[in-house]
């Protein structure tokens, strides 16, 4: 545990909201990775002003385990913090800090793993993958798969560190996010059924998603184990026009869909081409997809061995590992911390009680792959 806090203060004093590089800690993982014995593949995004990496110890081949963790945190500005957001502070059992929950609580754990792992003793290969921009749709991930190395998708099990209270999360719901632009005709309110009205067509193009929602809400495809049963369309902003006395010609909306699994979205996406009509463009802006692994599987029963849990369920927000999984990887999602309870709020921590559990998970893992486990 030691190690696990001396890490994560070092992780939470890199500024790496999504608008920000990642580089800085990315050299950091580099080295401690590399002085542990660690083959290490930078991947650098298309600015040049971010990276990730994948990283392996032990033999070449072989069905290892994949830990995973993003780098990027969400920003603190704007939120109504008490402590400082990128400085470590511990106050009885809670670690304060941007990130500490959402995830680097368990991407210092992984280091801490690497620290105490001797990798000539591994029999079958540990690997990382820490991406960049998880938190702006997965797609930082999406960049790095085609530079994924070979052994990665011989692995046993991927285990995704988001923070789920270390309880097993099998599933969870894929994600598209669009900006839609209404077009109209600028023109003076007082001769305004001359003109096209953006706003108009930006509202009954809200409509038209409502109705969506309401078709996947009662005949679309439902999974009991999410909280909401159901895929959702959800319109998060509408902006346009410039003044009261001028009819807008440019209006714009930004939209998603959460989709189960079970879901046909291309279908979907059809109903959004079909409902935005002449009138709207539409620009897709984020894509990932859900995850589901079979709750009775191999790859599960060892991740629950592993958190020493016998309980796996599905979480309402989105992870990597559904990019992960599409490469042919049994993956789980399990890390310290909660979501509901911490993610993305001011004054964010992680419990002490939390990173034990999530560093007994470690040792877990390091027993499997030298053959203790």
Not at 112 to 135: G, K
Not at 141 to 147: D, K, L, P, T, V
Request: proline share 5%; charged share 20%.
């Amino acid at each position: 545990m030691t190690r696990t806090l001396a890490n994560l203060d070092r992780l939470i004093g890199f500024d790496t909201v999504s608008a920000a590089s990642n580089l800085d800690l990315i050299a950091f993982v580099t080295d401690l990775l590399r002085g542990r014995g660690f083959r290490v593949a930078r991947v650098v995004d298309p600015t040049g002003t971010k990276a990730g990496l994948f990283a392996c110890a032990g033999p070449e081949t072989g069905a290892g385990i994949v830990l995973s963790a993003h780098s990027d945190v969400v920003p603190a500005e704007g939120q109504a913090w008490t402590r400082p957001p990128f400085r470590l502070t511990q106050e009885g059992d809670r670690l304060f800090g941007r990130g500490t929950t959402d995830m680097k609580g368990f991407l210092a754990a992984m280091l801490a793993l690497a620290e105490r792992t001797d990798a000539a003793r591994l029999q079958q290969p540990l690997m990382f993958s820490i991406s960049y921009d998880e938190e702006i749709g997965c797609v930082g991930m999406g960049h790095m798969i085609a530079a994924m190395p070979p052994g990665f998708g011989a692995a046993r099990v991927a285990i995704v560190g988001e923070p789920t209270e270390m309880s097993v999360v099998t599933g969870h719901k894929g994600k598209l996010g669009y900006i839609a632009t209404a077009r109209g005709e600028a023109g003076h309110s007082a001769l305004a059924p001359r003109y096209v009205n953006a706003l108009y067509l930006a509202a009954d193009f809200v409509q038209e998603l409502r109705a969506i929602q309401k078709m996947l809400a009662t005949s679309g495809a439902r999974d009991n184990a999410y909280s909401v049963p159901y895929s959702t369309v959800h319109v998060g902003t509408l902006s346009g026009g410039t003044a009261l006395n001028i009819v807008p010609d440019h209006a714009e909306l930004r939209f998603e869909l959460r989709h189960l699994p079970g879901d046909d979205r291309a279908r979907i996406e059809r109903l959004f081409d079909e409902a935005a009509g002449d009138g709207i463009t539409l620009e897709q802006t984020v894509a990932y997809p859900g995850l589901e692994t079979d709750p009775g599987s191999d790859a599960t029963a060892l991740v629950q061995r592993l958190a020493a849990t016998r309980t796996n369920g599905k979480v309402a927000f989105g992870t990597e590992a559904g990019l992960l999984a599409g490469q042919g990887i049994d993956t789980l999602v399990c890390g310290p911390g909660s979501m509901a309870g911490q993610g993305h709020k001011p004054d964010e921590f992680v419990t002490t009680g939390q990173l034990a559990a999530c560093d007994a998970m470690m040792d877990r893992v390091l027993a499997q792959l030298t053959g203790g486990g």
